[in-house]
Each structure stands twice: as structure tokens, then as C-alpha cells.
């Protein structure tokens, strides 16, 4: 009897304690903190847990209570500062103590020492590193990046951002990846790829574990000169073997819908994502089958955020080049590969060369162009011989990287202009021989892409000399001989 007293009186006593543990437990986290420069707060800067945002007061102190399932507590920078750097990616967040209930965070920030009315970013995507061997390939690549950000004047500040799969499924090379990077020496900042994600967990919130380890949090935003920069994770892992799809969850469009808020609308505002939110260059390409894990199942739900506003969406992923306009505010630029196909060749499987894409910025406008890896700024397309695209035997083709429909590509023959050449859905004739299904060592699946930038025309003389100029939207002129 006296054992039974003591077990209902146990009971009597957890069922009392155990719930208020619970509820102790449960209690918002609280933390506090200011952002400063040279010691001095900074007003109205946006502190956020990745749902929830805060601002600054005044004096540059805020307090913000992150949600018990939060990482980081993070900020977007402000115009006209920078965050420190620590190997080569900005650090503009911290993590959260969770063993605490009260923390202090300070975010000391940098007044930028140049203008950023004009500024200029690196946008590469997929360096898809699998190996330690393919270090040194992506070395070549960062030595370009590295004489391109040269060319610009002290004056102009210059950043740079990738669209992700910075790494092959090998998450444990990410650290050897930001050496890599911080030979660059400008602030580069990271986009989650389907690659950098670990998918031995159990859901696409535990997903990017990693990823955040070495660079952060994955959905953030920061403001240079009068541009507003937005990088989302729009790769969903729904927890079954190595499968995903693209999506953007209600978390982040709802943590985007207040980001925005403090953006006047028709200001520019940058979006970097990995996966295109629409896939293919050509109608005829869109098939809802393929592209559950290649474009953004809830695009429209994005869009519409995105709508009053001047919006440019950067992707990577298909490792081929292409633009579209997916709204009439909305321009959609999808990235060719940092790798080209997979490091097994210097280009992409549409035929673009490995490279990246180089923006400038001049107040609220933006102009841009396609760099080669080791190519001259303006190598902006390719020239094949009549003959070469089986389909076309009599047709020469020109393959044109970063074709837009505002783009023009003529024609003379023998010092006669005959007009625009005819663009079709095609594969890159080079390509196709070296891109074989099955023919690849390293990777048996890697095969040809088919590309919507591709141009033909048929000569009336086959021996005739022909010149190619093409003319970009913004009316930079290239030109090539084929003879």
C-alpha cells in the first residue's frame, strides 16, 4: 500500500512538473543586439530569424525572439555598407545559442569606401566540384573572374554570387571550395543548389544542414547602391532517396513578402535561385513531366510577390545558357555552367562555353554579357560550316551564348546583307559528337542539350564568304568571318 502511495504521489508530482518544464522550454528565445560602424548604430536595418523581421532603432539596437526551430539571426545589409568578410563569403549573420534564453548579438558593418551608384557582380553557377582533381580546374576559372573584376576601375565596387551546386553531392569539399574562393577577394555570396544538399536526412527542413554550416543561411537579402539583392532555396527535398523538386515554401514567400516591403516599388530587385523558375527557352520544350525538378512548381505565387517591381531572377542548374521573359517585369537569366559539362569539356551541353556572366550596374538599370573562360569579352557566339548540322545540310549555323529576343543576328554573303538568320530548336553540332549518351568516361549519362539559341542560313554560293554580325540589346556589335 505504502509503495502504491508513493508511485500515485509520483505521478501526481510529473504530471505537475513535467508540463511546466515543457512550457519553460517552450518559451521564445530572446535576443538582443545592435548593428554598428566605426562604433556608432545604424537605424532601420532589417534583423530577421528567416520568418520573422525586425529594424533597427535609432541607436542601431534591436531585439527579435527567433522561433525555437530557427538557426541564424541574420540581416540585410544596407546600402552603402559591407559585411566582414571570412574566406571569402560576407558574414552577415551569426548562429543562435539555443541553451540560452537571453543572447547578445552585435553585427559590426563596414562603410563601404566607394560610390555604389555604379557597381558591378559575378553571377557563376554550377562549379559542380566532385573531386579534389577538379580544384585546379575551377582554379582556371577563378583566375578569369579574377582578370575580369581587374578590368573595372577602384571605383566601382564589385561582389559576386553563385546560383549554386557549388559541390557534387561531396559536402565534405565545401570548405576546400571557399579557399577557393577567397582567392577572389570580393564578397561572394551562396545559393543552395540540389548538389550542396544533405539527403541522408529525414526532410527538406533538415536539408541543408551542412550548407549552413559552412556558408550561412540559404534564403537572405542585401542591398548595394540602389538595388535589392534576394537569394531563395527553391530545391524541395521531400525526404525519399535522392529526390526533389522545385519549390519555393511558404516560409520563405511569406519572409520575402516582408523583405520587400521596405523596397520602393519599380526599384530593381535581384532574385538568385538555382533551380529556373521556368524550364526551357522554347514553348515547345515545356513538358510538366520533366520539369517537376527542373523548374518552380509554385512560380506564379513568386511572381506575383515580385510584381510591382523591376525584377531580374538568376538561375543556373540546366548547365546550358538561355533568357526569357517569364512576366512583363520579370526577366528570367539561367546560367551556363562555371563547369561546362561536368569538367569534360570547355563547354556547356548546349554548346555555351564554360564561363559566368558579368552585370553592371548604373543606379536602377542593368546591362550584362557572357564571359568564356579564357575567351575575349566579346566572343559572344560560334560560326559552323554548311554541313555540319546533319538536319540543315545546307545551311551554315551560328550558336549565340546569350541570345535574347532583343538580340538581332544578320547575315552577308559576299559583302551582300541578306538579313536575320532563322532561329531553331536544335543541338549544337560540336556537341553533339563529343556529348555522346553513353560516351563519356567519368560520366556514362552525360549527353547533348538541346538550345533554342542556335541560328541557320543557306548560301546561294556554298564557296561564298560569309560574315555574321550579331547586335545585342544593347547595341554592342560582334562580328565573325566564315570562310
Request: glycine share 6%.
Amino acid at each position: 500500500m505504502k509503495n502504491s502511495k508513493i508511485k500515485i504521489l509520483s505521478i501526481a508530482f510529473w504530471s505537475l512538473v513535467l508540463p511546466l518544464y515543457a512550457i519553460s522550454n517552450s518559451l521564445p528565445l530572446d535576443v538582443k543586439g545592435k548593428v554598428t560602424c566605426n562604433g556608432k548604430g545604424i537605424p532601420s536595418v532589417s534583423i530577421t530569424d528567416g520568418t520573422s523581421i525586425v529594424f533597427t532603432e535609432q541607436s542601431g539596437n534591436f531585439s527579435i525572439h527567433p522561433g525555437s526551430d530557427k538557426e541564424f539571426i541574420y540581416y540585410s545589409l544596407p546600402s552603402g555598407y559591407e559585411s566582414p568578410i571570412k574566406d571569402g563569403i560576407p558574414v552577415f549573420y551569426a548562429p543562435i545559442d539555443k541553451t540560452v534564453k537571453g543572447q547578445h548579438i552585435d553585427f559590426p558593418l563596414n562603410q563601404s569606401k566607394q560610390s555604389q551608384q555604379k557597381h558591378a557582380f559575378i553571377l557563376w553557377a554550377d562549379p559542380q566540384i566532385l573531386d579534389m582533381e577538379e580544384f585546379d580546374l575551377l582554379e582556371e576559372v577563378v583566375k578569369d573572374v579574377n582578370k575580369t573584376i581587374a578590368l573595372f576601375t577602384k571605383e566601382i565596387p564589385v561582389h559576386a554570387i553563385s546560383a549554386g551546386d557549388n559541390v557534387f553531392d561531396r559536402l565534405n569539399l565545401f570548405e576546400k571550395y571557399k579557399q577557393m574562393i577567397s582567392q577572389i577577394k570580393v564578397p561572394f555570396y551562396q545559393a543552395i543548389g540540389n548538389h550542396d544538399m544533405d539527403y541522408n536526412n529525414r526532410s527538406n527542413e533538415l536539408s541543408a544542414q551542412s550548407f549552413s554550416v559552412a556558408f550561412g543561411p540559404t534564403h537572405f537579402s542585401f542591398n548595394v547602391g540602389n538595388v535589392h539583392y534576394v537569394v531563395l532555396k527553391d530545391v524541395f527535398y521531400y525526404g525519399f532517396s535522392y529526390r526533389y523538386i522545385g519549390y519555393i515554401d511558404e516560409n520563405q514567400l511569406q519572409w520575402l513578402e516582408q523583405d520587400l516591403q521596405s523596397v520602393k516599388p519599380g526599384s530593381t530587385v535581384i532574385v538568385t535561385l538555382h533551380i529556373p523558375t521556368i524550364y526551357g527557352e522554347s514553348e515547345t520544350a515545356e513538358n510538366y513531366s520533366t520539369t517537376l525538378s527542373n523548374s518552380v512548381m509554385n512560380r506564379e505565387a513568386l511572381y506575383k510577390i515580385l510584381s510591382p517591381y523591376n525584377t531580374h531572377i538568376l538561375a543556373g542548374h540546366s548547365h546550358t545558357q538561355w533568357f526569357k521573359q517569364a512576366a512583363p517585369a520579370i526577366a528570367e537569366h539561367v546560367h551556363a555552367a562555371a563547369c561546362g559539362a561536368w569538367w569534360q569539356g570547355e563547354f556547356c551541353v548546349d554548346g555555351t562555353p564554360k564561363g559566368y556572366t558579368v552585370y553592371e550596374v548604373n543606379g536602377d538599370s542593368l546591362s550584362w554579357y557572357f564571359k568564356g573562360i579564357n575567351a575575349d569579352k566579346n566572343d559572344q557566339f560560334k560560326l559552323y560550316q554548311a554541313g555540319t548540322d546533319t538536319e540543315f545540310p545546307d545551311c551554315f549555323i551560328a550558336n549565340v551564348y546569350n541570345y535574347d529576343p532583343l538580340w538581332k543576328v544578320y547575315w552577308h554573303e559576299n559583302g551582300i546583307f541578306k538579313g536575320e538568320m532563322t532561329r531553331y530548336w536544335g543541338k549544337d553540332p560540336l556537341a553533339a559528337v563529343l556529348y555522346q549518351p553513353g560516351k563519356n568516361k567519368k560520366h556514362s549519362w552525360l549527353s547533348v542539350g538541346e538550345t533554342y539559341h542556335l541560328f541557320r542560313a543557306k548560301p546561294e554560293n556554298p564557296n561564298a564568304e560569309i560574315l555574321v554580325e550579331v547586335i545585342d540589346r544593347f547595341g554592342n556589335k560582334y562580328r565573325k568571318a566564315l570562310r
